[in-house]
């Protein structure tokens, strides 16, 4: 009888001291893991870390929003899970790259998005075999301006926030459309985020053209055939002027002299159109003494004078004649009784300070 209450005596013993070697609960986690050969592995703090959604830090402000591109002098917010040694604030230097201590060369980030930066600094973290599993998440907390300035012939010309990349056409509905005196071309210069995100050897310029920073777009193959390729990427920091239409006047003796704005078309403005936008010609007018006066480099005077009769173009005996820029159609009064290059002076004189009138053709 002893011998038996002895034995259950070491049997009860035994499995005490075994349930004291197993932990509580198998759901805790250990937060005191070493790492491996120089190598953190963030998995083995937990296992589950794929399954789980990368949430931001709260200093991420503005920069949180999808899309958001890198540009130099950013300060981006960089949080590696369980590695305090490397979770800090990077500024992106004017190169476009960030510089992580125990890298042997800078990681690029400019024009990248938030989550394509994590990824990239992941990666090279891995490479250099540092971290063994990173999960990293990137948020901006200073940034300069992240903008589009736009100017020239729109309705509503001034600077608009764009935090990613947008098209030419969104562009000009942020500023209202184009004005009427608008031209043929708007012309787009790359800032650093464009020229980051669109690399060195991308063709950025049109055809023709050799300034890889400066995309020059048919406004009217855009407007009218829709062609995709017109519509390119506007990126922060992009510069868009929409070019004003080449203008021409029309004075003497006329009922509503001025300058008149060309609107791009496929004929260019004619004689007649230019007269009608002047609302014809006054009854003392003298009409088959009418001229074009134009600016020619090679005369003595830098302008010549090309005559026009009206009488005849008006009855279909005459052809009409297309305008150039910055033309002037004058029309003489038969009342005055200055000269006639006395009265051409004068209207040289005045053209400076006419008032333009817009035109649509």
Do not use: C, W
């Amino acid at each position: 009888m002893r011998v038996t209450l002895l034995a259950v005596l070491l049997i009860f013993l035994a499995t005490s001291r075994v349930r004291a070697q197993v932990p509580a609960s198998t759901n805790s986690k250990s937060t005191d893991i070493q790492p491996i050969d120089g190598r953190i592995d963030a998995k083995r703090v937990d296992p589950n870390l794929d399954q789980q959604e990368a949430k931001p830090t709260p200093s991420g402000g503005q920069g949180q929003m999808e899309g958001y591109l890198i540009g130099p002098d950013d300060v981006l917010s960089v949080y590696i899970m369980d590695v305090p040694e490397l979770s800090r604030d990077y500024r992106v230097d004017a190169n476009g790259a960030v510089t992580v201590a125990m890298l042997t060369k800078p990681v690029s980030a400019a024009g990248l998005t938030l989550s394509q930066f994590s990824d990239h600094l992941s990666a090279e973290l891995k490479a250099a075999g540092l971290v063994s599993d990173p999960h990293i998440t990137t948020s901006v907390t200073q940034s300069r301006l992240h903008a589009v300035a736009i100017t020239g012939a729109v309705k509503k010309p001034q600077v608009y926030p764009v935090f990613t990349h947008t098209t030419l056409l969104d562009l000009l509905s942020e500023a209202e459309g184009l004005s009427d005196d608008v031209g043929n071309t708007a012309i787009v210069r790359r800032g650093d985020v464009a020229m980051h995100s669109l690399g060195p050897d991308s063709k950025v310029s049109r055809p023709g053209q050799s300034d890889p920073a400066t995309v020059m777009v048919d406004l009217k193959q855009l407007l009218e055939s829709g062609d995709p390729h017109a519509n390119v990427d506007i990126y922060p920091g992009d510069r868009v002027t929409v070019t004003r239409a080449a203008i021409i006047y029309v004075v003497g003796a006329v009922n509503k002299p001025g300058g008149f704005a060309m609107r791009p078309s496929s004929h260019g403005m004619t004689v007649l159109q230019a007269l009608a936008l002047a609302e014809d010609t006054k009854g003392t007018a003298k009409r088959d003494q009418s001229m074009i006066i134009r600016s020619d480099a090679q005369s003595p005077e830098g302008r010549k004078q090309i005559p026009v009769d009206l009488k005849k173009i008006l009855s279909g005996k005459s052809s009409d004649p297309t305008l150039q820029a910055e033309d002037i159609l004058f029309v003489p009064d038969s009342s005055s009784k200055r000269a006639l290059h006395r009265g051409l002076e004068s209207v040289l004189q005045a053209v400076t300070g006419v008032t333009i009138y817009s035109a649509r053709f």
